[in-house]
């Protein structure tokens, strides 16, 4: 089955330093997984290939306003994040987004796990006529998951990118991905994505 990449974008979940790296706020936790993964390479690679296909990547990032925002202390999480919201601040060095990923990117903050939550992304989404989304990012089982399901419920067709995402554990990582299975249109790997829109690009 193609996928008409006029009608699909690539949301990029979290990509930043706050994340990936070892200086980040999540970094003693997901930094050592996340470079022993290689995700980043991979991802960096599937984001060129689908923006050079026609889909759009928009990229999300995590961050905390003076006033806090959108944000909402109802999970542990958001607790953790709001009482050490100054590295969460839109300018502080945590919150960009990696370097590897940082050129030209179409970034939109957030304060919910949701990359589609407290935003204007799935307004965005609409007025370009996008009804199809590839997910990538960190981690699997809490953002990845998060907006997977929430788009769904938006009415989008959903795809996680399962090379391009993953988490502080392989396992956890697993079941997030297999409880996707049944809440999502399923989970295909960047080659499975890029040859898709392939074909779609070839038959026009």
Known sequence: MTISSGRAAVLGLHWQVNVIKPEGFFGQMLSEPVAR???????VRF??????????VFF??????????????????????????????????????????????????????????????PALLTERGIDTVFLTGVATNLTVEQTARHATDLGLTVHVVSDCVTAADDAVHAASLANLELTTAGSLTAQEVLARLADNHAAR
């Open 37 to 43: 993964s290689g995700v980043v390479g991979r991802a």
């Open 60 to 121: 999300t990032c995590f961050t905390i306003p003076e006033g806090e925002g959108a944000l909402v202390r109802n999970t542990g999480f958001m607790q953790a994040v709001g009482e050490a919201q100054e590295a969460f601040r839109p300018d502080a060095p945590g919150s960009r987004l990696i370097p590897e990923m940082a050129d030209g990117a179409h970034t939109i903050d957030n304060q919910k796990l949701s990359g589609l939550a407290g935003n204007d992304l």
């Open 47 to 56: 984001h060129e290939a689908a923006s050079a296909a026609g889909a759009p």
